[in-house]
């Protein structure tokens, strides 16, 4: 079991920034970040594996930056110009997997989740 808590979401206006953060009982090969708009599913938003390679969704590529930090048990998402659509709550995901996947089903552990709310 690898408990998973998730910190740093809040509300800003279009373009702006926020970063999102995770604390874990220990760090899995595969990280992930999933989100969930008001009545859509839950989707992959960033991953990275233990090597620190990354793979994110296209609608976040060059705004999101995901990263590890093995020493200190810590996932995080840098979030900049954010817009509408990526209102929504944030989970942190902790999965084994020989790769960084966007795979909901590749992860075992999730977070509460955060939420992050981006207005017009």
């Known amino acids: 079991q690898v408990q998973l808590v998730e910190s740093g979401g809040g509300s800003v206006q279009t373009g702006g920034s926020l970063r999102l953060s995770c604390t874990a009982d220990y760090m899995t090969f595969t990280m992930g970040w999933f989100r969930q708009a008001p009545g859509k599913g839950r989707e992959g938003v960033a991953a990275?594996?233990?090597?620190?390679?990354?793979t994110y969704a296209d609608s976040v590529k060059g705004r999101f930056t995901i990263s590890r930090d093995n020493a200190h048990n810590s996932l995080s998402l840098e979030m900049n110009n954010l817009n509408p659509e990526d209102t929504g709550i944030y989970y942190c995901?902790?999965?084994?997997?020989?790769?960084?996947?966007?795979?909901?089903?590749?992860?075992?552990?999730w977070g509460q989740g955060t939420q992050v709310t981006v207005s017009s």
């Open positions: 995901a902790a999965g084994v997997w020989y790769r960084a996947t966007l795979e909901r089903t590749r992860y075992s552990y």
């Open positions: 990275i594996y233990s090597d620190g390679a990354t």
